[in-house]
């Protein structure tokens, strides 16, 4: 019988999202290669961004400071405990959910892995909803999207998937674009589990149904907005402090997880 490493703090044993008693979890967080098994364990998706949770609490502190200067500095904006607050709301935002993908059906079954594609639509359309109106909304929901795009980009790289890695609206359109991604109610109360564990307030609701041409027109908009910024190279610099705090958590919690 497959066992939990979180029982203490995950507050949702024997819900029909947790895979106590049985032979795994309902939702795993990761497939285990050939090369692996009986190396690493089985982990839950709900551990897994629980695990992420406790790190955010302990590398927010090491990151927000730098993070805040560079968008400041991007943006010509002054760096005051409100701009802290917003951008904390967004990357928390960022933390818990850049997962999100690995609960469509498709990622669980095994016939689609690049979960953060599905992620990075989701958590931009998540942010825009969420977040106050600011001047420098829209730039901030692309960049934290961008993150959780890239968040995977050393196994991008490392398999040679250039293409996915600074993709053309056509090279999209043909991978992406005739494909659906699938949500089950047990999926949608996971979803809602983590927004309540996390305490994050948030409206916008998963879908059941999330289909290809919605996530390439995100996509497309997200890049079009980092890289349409006057100063590109302060943007990337900017992304690239967010893509690595959420390596650094999402790292750290898996090896946490899954050893």
Known sequence: ????????????????????????PKFRSYHIADEEKGKRREECYLQHIILCCDEWMIYR?????????????LCDLEIDDSLINYLEKALKIAIVHHDVGKLSEEYQNGEWYRHEIIGAHVIYNMLFD????EPYKDLLCALISAAVYLH???????????????????YLNSKIGPLSFTFDDIALQAFEAINEFS????????????????????????????????????????????????NEVDNRAAERGRM
């Open 152 to 170: 995977h980009e050393a196994i991008q790289i490392a398999h040679k998937w250039f293409k996915l890695r600074s993709p053309t609206f056509e």
């Open 61 to 73: 502190r090491k990151f927000i400071g730098s993070i805040a200067r560079r968008f400041a500095a």
């Open 130 to 133: 969420y977040l106050t109106d």
């Open 1 to 24: 019988m497959w066992s939990c490493d979180v029982k203490g703090l995950c507050p949702y044993p024997g819900r029909e999202f947790c895979g106590l008693g049985n032979t795994g």
């Open 199 to 246: 305490e994050l307030s948030i409206r916008w609701r998963l879908p059941k149904i999330i289909g290809g041409k919605e996530i390439v027109r995100t996509i497309s908009d997200i890049i079009s907005l980092v890289d349409g910024m006057p100063r590109v190279n302060a943007a990337r610099l900017c992304l690239a402090s967010v893509v690595l705090l959420l």
